[in-house]
């Protein structure tokens, strides 16, 4: 359970979570979907990064309930195709704002995308077979 003592004004925590099963990440800002998730399956691993409530690009989430995955982008154009489809568009998840680079890597073996922060694990995953697709957005530290 995520218990969180402090929040500056204007941000939001986003959260990752792994699900073992299908091998795909989830990220939310939603305490609430973050631990019941945690209670069906899904591992909580804690803090990604924080995202700004009213500053910055939108980055909008979307699921693809044949894949079961969500996949996260701040181009509109993509969201709208993608919509299109097959995709269920769920809006804004949260918004890209700052000096901190959120990489965006694709494994085509498993077909699922990962994000992160953490520039090590961007190069180790790269010689685990993940592409590197360049930086998705930007976050506060």
Not at 37 to 48: K, P, V, Y
Not at 105 to 128: A, G
Request: aromatic residues 18%.
């Amino acid at each position: 359970w995520v218990d969180i003592s402090y929040v500056p004004t204007g941000r939001l925590f986003v959260y990752r979570l792994y699900y073992p099963d299908l091998q795909v990440h989830l990220y939310t800002t939603d305490t609430n979907e973050y631990n019941v998730l945690q209670g069906r399956g899904w591992n909580g691993e804690g803090i990604a990064w924080s995202t700004e409530t009213d500053k910055g690009e939108p980055v909008y989430r979307m699921y693809n309930p044949g894949l079961k995955v969500h996949l996260y982008t701040r181009d509109a154009n993509e969201y709208n195709i993608l919509g299109t489809r097959g995709w269920n568009q769920e809006g804004v998840a949260y918004r890209s704002y700052g000096e901190v680079a959120i990489y965006r890597l694709y494994n085509p073996d498993i077909k699922k995308h990962l994000y992160t922060r953490d520039e090590n694990e961007k190069n180790i995953l790269q010689t685990r077979g993940w592409q590197y697709e360049g930086i998705a957005w930007y976050s506060q530290p």
